[in-house]
C-alpha cells in the first residue's frame, strides 16, 4: 500500500511543509492522512493530498485561523464558500494595514516632539461638517460613554479625524458605539489624521450647541483642545489627555447571521419579553438579560428563561444586558434595524441600512445553565 502513499516526509518536502506542522494538522483534524501503520503509527498520505497540503501550506503563510484554513479545505467545489472566506482575511489584512500606516504615523510625529521638545508644536486642525450630521453622529454614540471613574479614558466621546472621514467612538467596555461622517478634504491636499478624547460634558455642551438650527459647523481639534463653532455661537475646552483603546480591532465583525426588522417590533419584544437576572454588570453587579433567538428560518425572538440555554436546531442565542439593548435602539435608527449574530459569545451588532459606519455592538453574556 506503501508505494501508492506518500510518506509524510516526502509531503512535507513537495508541500512546503514541516513534519511537525503536518502532524499538527492531522491531531487538528485539517489534513488527516490516508492511512496510519497500525505497527508504527507511521503517516502515509494519498497523491491527491498533495494538492490540499500545498493549498494549506500557502494559507498559513497569509496568517490565515485555523477555523479558517479548516473553512476553505472542507468547502464544497462549486459553492463559493472558499473563496469568501480569503476575501474576508484579506480584507482584514487591508484593514490592519491601514491601521499599522496610521499608527506609524503618529508614532513619528511622537518622535518629532520628543527629539524636538521645544520647537516641535501638535497640530491644530479645522473643518466643517453639516451640523445635523454631527448632531446625529453625538447621538448615535453618547450612550456608550463610560463613567468609571477607574477607567477616565473611556469617559468621553473619541474624535478620530482619519483622512477624509470623522468617526466618533463610545465605549464603557460592555457596549461600544461608532458613527461617522465624511470631511471633505483641505484645499491642496487630503485631510489628516488626529484623535482627541472629548469629556463628556464638553460633548453634551456641542449636541446642545448644534440644536440652534444652524447648517454648519466648524470643529477645530488638537493641540489638547477641541471646539465647536456654529450659527454664531463656540463652545471649546480642553481633551482628556489619554491614549484610546484600539477600537478597530474589536468592530471587525464576521457575522454569522444578519436580520432585518423594524426597531419597534425588536423594542417592543424585549420590553415584555422575559429576562433573567445574573451578575454581568459593571464591576459584577446584577443586571436583567434579554436571550434574543434566531432560528434557521432567520425568525428573531426573545427566549424564556427555561429555554435560554440550548438553541434550537440551525438556530443560535446571543444574551445580552437589556437596558444596555433598549438604550442602543435609538442609536440605531426610528425604522428598519439589521442585527448581525455571530454565536453566544460573539458580540452583537445593531446597523441601521444604508448607515455602514455607524453601528453599536452589544457585548455578550454568557447564560449558565439551570442546574
Known amino acids: 500500500m506503501e508505494s501508492d502513499l506518500h510518506s509524510i516526509g516526502e509531503l512535507a518536502r513537495d508541500s512546503g511543509l514541516g513534519v511537525s506542522a503536518l502532524r499538527f494538522y492531522d491531531g487538528a483534524d485539517v489534513l488527516t492522512p490516508a492511512w496510519v501503520d497500525p505497527q508504527t503509527g507511521y503517516r502515509w498520505y494519498a497523491p491527491g493530498q498533495l494538492a490540499d497540503a500545498r493549498l494549506l501550506c500557502r494559507l498559513r503563510r497569509v496568517g490565515l485561523p485555523l477555523a479558517g484554513i479548516r473553512a476553505v479545505l472542507g468547502a464544497a467545489p462549486g459553492s463559493g464558500a472558499a473563496h469568501g472566506v480569503v476575501d474576508a482575511h484579506l480584507r482584514r489584512l487591508e484593514d490592519g494595514l491601514a491601521d499599522a500606516r496610521r499608527e506609524l504615523s503618529l508614532i513619528r510625529t511622537l518622535i518629532d516632539q520628543r527629539e524636538n521638545p521645544v520647537t516641535t508644536a501638535p497640530a491644530t486642525h479645522g473643518f466643517t461638517v453639516p451640523a445635523r450630521e454631527l448632531a446625529a453622529a453625538l447621538d448615535a454614540v453618547r450612550f456608550a460613554v463610560g463613567s468609571d471613574p477607574e477607567a477616565p479614558v473611556l469617559s468621553g466621546v473619541l474624535f478620530d479625524l482619519d483622512g477624509g ?18 470631511v471633505p478634504s483641505a484645499a491642496g491636499g487630503s485631510a489628516p489624521s488626529v484623535a482627541v478624547i472629548v469629556p463628556t460634558a464638553l460633548a453634551d455642551g456641542v449636541r446642545a450647541l448644534l440644536g440652534a438650527g444652524a447648517e454648519e459647523a466648524e470643529l477645530t481639534l488638537g493641540a489638547g483642545r477641541f471646539g465647536v463653532a456654529t450659527g454664531g455661537h463656540r463652545i471649546a475646552g480642553a481633551t482628556l489627555d489619554h491614549d484610546y483603546p484600539d477600537y478597530r480591532s474589536l468592530v471587525r465583525l464576521d457575522p454569522v447571521h444578519r436580520v432585518g426588522l423594524a426597531a419597534a417590533e425588536l423594542r417592543g419584544a424585549v420590553e415584555s419579553g422575559a429576562t433573567r437576572t445574573l451578575p454581568s454588570g459593571p464591576h459584577g453587579a446584577a443586571c436583567e438579560v434579554t436571550v434574543l433567538a434566531l432560528d434557521g428560518d432567520g425568525r428573531l425572538t426573545v427566549v424564556a428563561d427555561d429555554d435560554a440555554a440550548e438553541p434550537a436546531s440551525g438556530g443560535v442565542r446571543v444574551a445580552v444586558n437589556r437596558d444596555f439593548l433598549l438604550d442602543a435602539l435609538p442609536a440605531g435608527g426610528p425604522e428598519q434595524l439589521v442585527l448581525e449574530v455571530g454565536g453566544p459569545i460573539a458580540p452583537l451588532a445593531i446597523r441601521t441600512p444604508g448607515r455602514d459606519g455607524t453601528f453599536s455592538l452589544l457585548m455578550p453574556i454568557r447564560v449558565p445553565e439551570r442546574g
Request: aromatic share 6%.
Open 165 to 182: 472621514v470623522l468617526r466618533l467612538v463610545a465605549t464603557d467596555r460592555y457596549r461600544m458605539a461608532l458613527a461617522e461622517l465624511p
